[in-house]
Protein backbone atom coordinates (compact mmCIF):
# COMPACT_ATOMS: atom_id res chain seq x y z
CA UNK A 1 0.00 0.00 0.00
CA UNK A 2 2.81 2.44 1.27
CA UNK A 3 4.96 1.19 -1.74
CA UNK A 4 2.46 2.30 -4.58
CA UNK A 5 1.74 5.57 -3.43
CA UNK A 6 5.32 6.57 -3.06
CA UNK A 7 5.57 5.19 -6.81
CA UNK A 8 2.38 7.13 -7.84
CA UNK A 9 4.09 10.21 -5.79
CA UNK A 10 7.42 9.83 -7.21
CA UNK A 11 5.28 9.64 -11.06
CA UNK A 12 3.54 13.25 -10.42
CA UNK A 13 7.01 14.45 -9.23
CA UNK A 14 8.52 13.71 -12.82
CA UNK A 15 5.64 14.70 -14.61
CA UNK A 16 5.89 18.38 -13.04
CA UNK A 17 9.85 18.23 -13.73
CA UNK A 18 9.17 17.16 -17.55
CA UNK A 19 6.26 19.83 -18.53
CA UNK A 20 8.59 22.38 -16.86
CA UNK A 21 11.32 21.26 -19.12
CA UNK A 22 8.91 21.29 -21.65
CA UNK A 23 7.91 25.07 -20.27
CA UNK A 24 11.20 26.54 -21.21
CA UNK A 25 10.56 26.05 -24.45
CA UNK A 26 7.03 27.09 -24.88
CA UNK A 27 5.61 29.67 -26.39
CA UNK A 28 3.02 29.85 -23.83
CA UNK A 29 4.60 28.96 -20.65
CA UNK A 30 1.75 30.58 -18.14
CA UNK A 31 -1.33 28.41 -19.75
CA UNK A 32 0.63 25.53 -19.81
CA UNK A 33 2.25 25.47 -16.16
CA UNK A 34 -1.41 25.88 -15.12
CA UNK A 35 -2.35 22.47 -16.72
CA UNK A 36 0.47 20.91 -15.62
CA UNK A 37 0.04 21.64 -12.35
CA UNK A 38 -4.20 20.21 -12.16
CA UNK A 39 -2.62 16.82 -13.50
CA UNK A 40 0.23 16.61 -11.43
CA UNK A 41 -1.92 17.28 -8.25
CA UNK A 42 -4.39 14.53 -9.63
CA UNK A 43 -2.13 12.04 -9.97
CA UNK A 44 -0.94 12.80 -6.56
CA UNK A 45 -4.39 12.41 -5.45
CA UNK A 46 -5.61 9.10 -7.13
CA UNK A 47 -2.39 7.67 -5.42
CA UNK A 48 -3.89 8.97 -1.76
CA UNK A 49 -6.93 7.58 -2.28
CA UNK A 50 -5.92 4.61 -3.50
CA UNK A 51 -3.97 4.37 -0.04
CA UNK A 52 -6.55 5.68 2.02
CA UNK A 53 -9.07 2.99 0.14
CA UNK A 54 -6.71 0.09 0.61
CA UNK A 55 -5.75 1.03 4.60
CA UNK A 56 -9.51 1.10 5.40
CA UNK A 57 -10.03 -2.38 3.51
CA UNK A 58 -7.38 -4.09 5.39
CA UNK A 59 -8.96 -2.62 8.69
CA UNK A 60 -12.31 -4.07 7.53
CA UNK A 61 -10.63 -7.19 7.00
CA UNK A 62 -9.13 -7.56 9.72
CA UNK A 63 -12.02 -7.23 12.04
CA UNK A 64 -14.30 -9.17 10.02
CA UNK A 65 -11.56 -12.07 9.84
CA UNK A 66 -13.43 -15.43 11.22
CA UNK A 67 -12.63 -15.57 15.76
CA UNK A 68 -12.03 -11.63 15.90
CA UNK A 69 -13.48 -10.01 18.97
CA UNK A 70 -15.57 -6.67 18.09
CA UNK A 71 -16.57 -4.64 21.65
CA UNK A 72 -20.50 -4.08 21.80
CA UNK A 73 -19.98 -1.71 24.39
CA UNK A 74 -19.45 2.42 23.79
CA UNK A 75 -19.92 5.64 26.29
CA UNK A 76 -23.13 6.22 24.61
CA UNK A 77 -24.60 2.81 23.58
CA UNK A 78 -25.13 -1.31 24.28
CA UNK A 79 -26.63 -4.26 23.56
CA UNK A 80 -29.02 -6.35 24.48
CA UNK A 81 -29.81 -9.60 23.26
CA UNK A 82 -33.14 -11.88 23.63
CA UNK A 83 -33.26 -15.56 23.44
CA UNK A 84 -35.38 -16.67 20.49
CA UNK A 85 -35.92 -20.17 22.19
CA UNK A 86 -33.32 -22.82 24.05
CA UNK A 87 -30.16 -20.65 24.12
CA UNK A 88 -26.87 -22.66 25.79
CA UNK A 89 -24.10 -20.42 27.26
CA UNK A 90 -20.78 -21.93 26.64
CA UNK A 91 -17.36 -21.11 28.63
CA UNK A 92 -16.02 -20.38 25.66
CA UNK A 93 -16.69 -20.67 21.37
CA UNK A 94 -14.57 -23.97 21.05
CA UNK A 95 -16.40 -25.49 24.57
CA UNK A 96 -17.93 -28.67 23.62
CA UNK A 97 -20.52 -28.87 26.43
CA UNK A 98 -23.03 -25.53 27.37
CA UNK A 99 -22.83 -25.26 31.57
CA UNK A 100 -25.95 -23.49 31.64
CA UNK A 101 -29.21 -23.23 29.69
CA UNK A 102 -31.90 -20.98 29.33
CA UNK A 103 -35.32 -20.75 27.67
CA UNK A 104 -37.54 -17.90 25.09
CA UNK A 105 -39.16 -17.04 28.98
CA UNK A 106 -37.56 -17.12 32.57
CA UNK A 107 -38.96 -18.33 35.56
CA UNK A 108 -40.99 -15.53 36.29
CA UNK A 109 -42.53 -16.11 32.43
CA UNK A 110 -40.42 -12.85 31.37
CA UNK A 111 -38.55 -12.62 28.17
CA UNK A 112 -35.42 -14.28 28.53
CA UNK A 113 -32.56 -11.28 28.38
CA UNK A 114 -28.90 -11.20 27.93
CA UNK A 115 -26.87 -8.20 28.16
CA UNK A 116 -24.15 -8.21 25.44
CA UNK A 117 -20.51 -7.89 25.86
CA UNK A 118 -18.49 -8.51 22.95
CA UNK A 119 -19.04 -10.41 19.31
CA UNK A 120 -16.55 -13.08 18.05
CA UNK A 121 -16.78 -12.89 14.36
CA UNK A 122 -17.62 -15.52 11.28
CA UNK A 123 -17.84 -16.02 7.75
CA UNK A 124 -19.27 -12.81 5.90
CA UNK A 125 -18.04 -10.67 8.28
CA UNK A 126 -21.31 -11.04 10.72
CA UNK A 127 -21.24 -12.87 14.39
CA UNK A 128 -21.41 -16.30 14.86
CA UNK A 129 -21.23 -15.98 19.47
CA UNK A 130 -21.40 -13.08 21.70
CA UNK A 131 -20.14 -13.09 24.96
CA UNK A 132 -23.16 -11.74 27.28
CA UNK A 133 -23.75 -11.60 30.96
CA UNK A 134 -25.72 -14.15 32.44
CA UNK A 135 -28.81 -13.53 34.93
CA UNK A 136 -27.21 -16.18 37.61
CA UNK A 137 -24.93 -16.66 40.22
CA UNK A 138 -22.09 -16.01 40.64
CA UNK A 139 -22.80 -12.12 40.24
CA UNK A 140 -21.23 -11.05 36.98
CA UNK A 141 -20.95 -13.90 35.32
CA UNK A 142 -20.48 -14.21 31.71
CA UNK A 143 -21.12 -16.81 28.53
CA UNK A 144 -21.03 -17.66 25.12
CA UNK A 145 -23.88 -17.87 23.37
CA UNK A 146 -24.34 -18.72 19.45
CA UNK A 147 -25.91 -15.43 17.66
CA UNK A 148 -28.35 -17.32 15.86
CA UNK A 149 -30.29 -18.55 18.94
CA UNK A 150 -30.59 -14.51 20.18
CA UNK A 151 -31.85 -11.31 18.46
CA UNK A 152 -29.62 -8.48 18.56
CA UNK A 153 -30.50 -4.89 19.80
CA UNK A 154 -29.17 -1.47 20.86
CA UNK A 155 -29.75 -0.02 23.87
CA UNK A 156 -29.36 4.03 24.52
CA UNK A 157 -28.79 3.96 28.22
CA UNK A 158 -27.37 3.00 31.32
CA UNK A 159 -28.21 3.36 35.27
CA UNK A 160 -25.48 4.16 37.98
CA UNK A 161 -26.55 3.22 41.48
CA UNK A 162 -24.19 5.28 43.93
CA UNK A 163 -24.10 3.47 46.77
CA UNK A 164 -22.17 6.33 49.15
CA UNK A 165 -24.41 9.32 47.65
CA UNK A 166 -27.56 7.08 47.83
CA UNK A 167 -28.11 8.14 44.42
CA UNK A 168 -29.59 6.42 41.04
CA UNK A 169 -29.02 8.28 37.81
CA UNK A 170 -29.94 7.57 34.58
CA UNK A 171 -27.95 8.48 31.57
CA UNK A 172 -29.28 8.13 27.91
CA UNK A 173 -26.94 8.53 25.08
CA UNK A 174 -24.33 9.86 27.60
CA UNK A 175 -26.36 12.47 29.00
CA UNK A 176 -27.86 12.20 32.74
CA UNK A 177 -31.49 12.67 32.52
CA UNK A 178 -32.44 11.19 36.05
CA UNK A 179 -30.85 11.66 39.20
CA UNK A 180 -33.06 10.36 42.20
CA UNK A 181 -32.35 9.25 45.94
CA UNK A 182 -32.56 5.87 46.85
CA UNK A 183 -32.96 3.52 49.83
CA UNK A 184 -30.22 0.54 49.95
CA UNK A 185 -29.35 -2.56 51.46
CA UNK A 186 -28.51 -2.56 55.40
CA UNK A 187 -25.39 -3.32 56.26
CA UNK A 188 -26.37 -6.72 57.31
CA UNK A 189 -27.41 -7.00 54.00
CA UNK A 190 -26.01 -5.18 51.52
CA UNK A 191 -26.54 -4.00 48.20
CA UNK A 192 -24.09 -6.03 46.00
CA UNK A 193 -21.50 -3.81 43.54
CA UNK A 194 -20.74 -4.53 40.52
CA UNK A 195 -22.01 -4.46 36.71
CA UNK A 196 -24.69 -6.09 36.07
CA UNK A 197 -28.16 -4.95 33.57
CA UNK A 198 -31.80 -5.10 33.71
CA UNK A 199 -33.54 -8.58 33.09
CA UNK A 200 -37.35 -8.48 33.81
CA UNK A 201 -39.77 -5.75 34.88
CA UNK A 202 -42.80 -6.24 36.42
CA UNK A 203 -45.96 -3.56 37.13
CA UNK A 204 -46.65 -3.97 40.71
CA UNK A 205 -49.26 -2.50 43.69
CA UNK A 206 -48.50 1.02 43.82
CA UNK A 207 -49.76 0.69 47.58
CA UNK A 208 -47.60 -2.62 47.55
CA UNK A 209 -44.09 -2.63 49.06
CA UNK A 210 -42.64 -2.53 45.61
CA UNK A 211 -44.56 0.83 44.75
CA UNK A 212 -45.47 1.14 41.19
CA UNK A 213 -43.17 -1.39 39.39
CA UNK A 214 -40.00 -3.17 39.77
CA UNK A 215 -37.37 -3.33 37.58
CA UNK A 216 -35.58 -6.36 38.33
CA UNK A 217 -31.35 -6.94 37.69
CA UNK A 218 -28.78 -9.64 37.42
CA UNK A 219 -27.69 -9.23 40.82
CA UNK A 220 -28.06 -11.96 43.25
CA UNK A 221 -27.69 -10.81 47.11
CA UNK A 222 -24.43 -12.61 48.46
CA UNK A 223 -25.99 -12.79 51.73
CA UNK A 224 -29.58 -14.21 51.60
CA UNK A 225 -28.60 -17.22 49.99
CA UNK A 226 -31.79 -19.47 51.10
CA UNK A 227 -34.23 -16.60 49.64
CA UNK A 228 -36.88 -17.26 47.00
CA UNK A 229 -34.68 -17.44 43.49
CA UNK A 230 -31.14 -17.14 44.74
CA UNK A 231 -31.98 -13.56 46.15
CA UNK A 232 -32.37 -11.29 43.42
CA UNK A 233 -31.75 -7.62 43.09
CA UNK A 234 -34.19 -4.94 41.92
CA UNK A 235 -34.75 -1.67 41.65
CA UNK A 236 -38.19 -1.02 42.44
CA UNK A 237 -40.98 1.99 44.10
CA UNK A 238 -41.43 2.12 47.30
CA UNK A 239 -44.86 2.70 50.01
CA UNK A 240 -42.79 4.42 52.56
CA UNK A 241 -41.20 7.17 50.71
CA UNK A 242 -39.93 8.64 54.14
CA UNK A 243 -37.09 5.76 54.36
CA UNK A 244 -35.21 6.94 50.90
CA UNK A 245 -31.64 7.71 51.72
CA UNK A 246 -31.31 5.44 54.23
CA UNK A 247 -29.29 1.68 54.44
CA UNK A 248 -32.43 -0.11 55.39
CA UNK A 249 -33.49 -3.11 53.15
CA UNK A 250 -32.32 -6.55 52.17
CA UNK A 251 -30.22 -5.88 49.34
CA UNK A 252 -32.85 -4.22 46.37
CA UNK A 253 -32.59 -0.31 45.84
CA UNK A 254 -35.90 1.75 46.40
CA UNK A 255 -36.72 5.15 44.31
CA UNK A 256 -39.85 6.68 44.40
CA UNK A 257 -42.93 6.22 42.72
CA UNK A 258 -42.58 8.64 40.34
CA UNK A 259 -38.41 7.79 39.61
CA UNK A 260 -39.64 4.39 39.09
CA UNK A 261 -42.33 5.41 36.21
CA UNK A 262 -39.54 7.18 34.30
CA UNK A 263 -37.06 4.45 34.78
CA UNK A 264 -39.92 1.76 33.29
CA UNK A 265 -39.90 4.47 30.50
CA UNK A 266 -36.27 4.95 29.76
CA UNK A 267 -34.61 1.79 30.70
CA UNK A 268 -35.81 -1.42 29.13
CA UNK A 269 -34.40 -4.94 29.25
CA UNK A 270 -30.56 -4.45 28.89
CA UNK A 271 -29.70 -1.83 30.30
CA UNK A 272 -26.24 -1.90 31.78
CA UNK A 273 -26.50 -1.25 35.61
CA UNK A 274 -23.48 -0.18 37.58
CA UNK A 275 -23.60 -0.75 41.23
CA UNK A 276 -20.35 0.94 42.92
CA UNK A 277 -19.01 1.99 46.59
Given at each position: MVTVFLIRLKAGFAL????????????SPISLLRTATVVALLVLAAGFTTSVQASRANRTAAACAP?????????SKSYAVDARGLVRA????????????????????????????????GERCRAAWYRVQLPMKPNEVSGYVRARSVNLRVVRGRIVVDLSARKVALYRRGKLVLSTRAAIGAPATPTPLGSYYVNQRWLTDPEGPFGWAAIGISAFSEVLTGWVQGGPVAIHGTNNPSLL???????CIRVSNAAVRRLWRLAPTGTPVLIQP
Open positions: LRFLEMTIERSVGSVKSLITGYRSPNARRAFARFGRLNMNEEPTVFAAVEAVMGLRVSNG
